[in-house]
């Protein structure tokens, strides 16, 4: 089973590479789930995906500013996967200065079935002045659920240029933005 994988790119005309690493989370106190989970049953959110993807890039300055946009599919649904407490309107689950990837999703309840995201390095050509996203790079990750217990799914690159045939869903989520 493939867990890390590197995604180079290239943008503003340098180059960068992301790694990506998924590992079970073996001690979901350690994790801080109990901040999102209060009555936290460890044992029942342990083994589920700890996803990271830290960026290196030559970019310098505003050069170096870009975001991420997940994509989850879940029982046969798909949705973008938004920050709970910020704005729905713009897509991003992060968007600032070299900014690193991080996602533990843990839903032990949930009926057996994958859950997958596509998650996506995106630009802001301009940077703040419009609206504008466009893909540079792109990676899948994910779990099987079996009663209650998750199975890490293979880390892969993703073309990045296809927004993996989420664009339609992002467009009618996010009416305000234009996806490249």
């Not at 991080?102 to 002045?129: E, H, N, Q």
Request: glycine share 10%; net charge negative; with cysteine.
């Amino acid at each position: 089973m493939r867990r890390e994988t590197s995604v180079p790119f290239e943008t503003r005309g340098h180059r960068g590479l992301i790694s990506v690493r998924v590992i079970p989370n073996d001690d979901p106190w350690a994790s801080g789930h109990q901040l999102v989970v209060p009555d936290l049953n460890a044992e029942a959110y342990r083994g589920f995906p700890i996803c990271t993807a830290a960026l290196r890039y030559h970019g310098q300055g505003v050069q170096a500013i870009m975001g991420w946009i997940q994509v989850v599919t879940n029982g046969g649904s798909a949705r973008v996967d938004l920050v709970p407490n910020l704005s729905n309107v713009d897509p991003f689950s992060s968007y600032g200065y070299l900014p690193t990837f991080f996602d533990a999703p843990a839903y032990p309840d949930d009926p057996d079935g994958t859950w997958r995201a596509d998650t996506f390095l995106v630009v802001v050509p301009d940077v703040i002045r419009s609206r504008v996203v466009e893909p540079i790079a792109a990676f899948s990750w994910g779990y099987e659920l079996y009663s209650g217990r998750p199975e890490l799914l293979d880390v892969g690159a993703l073309p990045a240029k296809g927004w993996a045939g989420h664009r339609e869903l992002l467009e009618a989520g996010h009416p305000a933005w234009t996806f490249v």
